[in-house]
């Protein structure tokens, strides 16, 4: 069985990596790489979610162009799944060049599964969290700060779908072995503010976190993120960790 992935060396990517037998694919090769037939394809690899990644031409090349290229390759092979990984800001009222791409991307992958009639798998994760997260993201930050004592700027109304990596990536291989079509959401459908997590965060470390309130910190900042498709769990997967847990984790790990 032959698998394939990109964005392996990623928070997602990686973790996923480890439950399975799979040739991973670098940024810098996608587009060179001569495909086998294979089993199955997760493309993860993505730019553009984080606030450093700003250069629009990278974006357009991981979110579409990458995608495009491997597409051309593909559609005369019979796989089991081809699964791309998205983001659910595609849905947010205020949109970025990274989730328009992303939302293009959707439907370019959506005209060719229909045309070719090839098992395609479009995911929309929302706010993954756990060990190994990018620092730079709200839970590692409010950890960091409880540790160190730090000040951080804060916001405390916004809203996510928070869900730990291990069961997204539970949710991808329940996907990808059904030979699932189409979009799916994987959040637990509970909406948390970021008090909410600063509570938590606080309740689990013990210390009080130094937070410098302001009204926002990013354009597409929101009151409602939740998931509301629950298709993938039409196979028996739910989610098993509560945020709290994945919290204690987090903490554990940093200490």
């Not at 700060?145 to 949710?171: L, M």
Request: one cysteine or more; glycine letters at 6%.
């Amino acid at each position: 069985m032959i698998s394939y992935g990109t964005g392996l060396s990623g928070f997602l990517g990686s973790q996923l990596a480890k439950k399975l037998d799979i040739t991973p694919i670098s940024h810098d090769k996608i587009q060179s790489t001569k495909l086998k037939p294979f089993d199955y394809f997760f493309f993860l690899s993505s730019y553009g979610n984080l606030a450093s990644q700003t250069d629009e031409d990278l974006i357009y090349k991981a979110n579409i162009e990458d995608l495009i290229s491997i597409l051309k390759q593909v559609k005369h092979f019979k796989f089991k799944s081809f699964v791309f990984i998205s983001t659910s800001s595609v849905m947010l009222r205020t949109q970025t060049t990274y989730s328009r791409t992303k939302r293009a991307a959707e439907e370019i992958l959506l005209a060719f599964m229909e045309k070719n009639d090839l098992p395609i798998c479009i995911i929309q994760p929302f706010s993954v969290t756990g060990v190994g997260e990018q620092p730079e993201h709200l839970i590692p930050t409010l950890l960091r700060a409880a540790k160190s004592g730090e000040t951080v700027n804060f916001v405390p109304n916004a809203v996510h779908d928070w869900i730990d990596v291990e069961d997204v990536v539970e949710g991808i291989l329940s996907l990808s072995s059904h030979s699932a079509r189409g979009i799916f959401q994987l959040g637990n459908g509970i909406e948390t503010t970021n008090q909410q997590v600063l509570d938590l965060v606080e309740e689990v470390t013990g210390k009080k976190v130094k937070v410098n309130l302001v009204d926002s910190m990013r354009s597409y900042d929101t009151d409602y993120w939740l998931s509301t498709n629950f298709k993938s769990r039409g196979w028996g997967w739910l989610p098993k960790k509560t945020l709290k847990q994945s919290i204690q984790e987090q903490w554990e790990a940093m200490k």
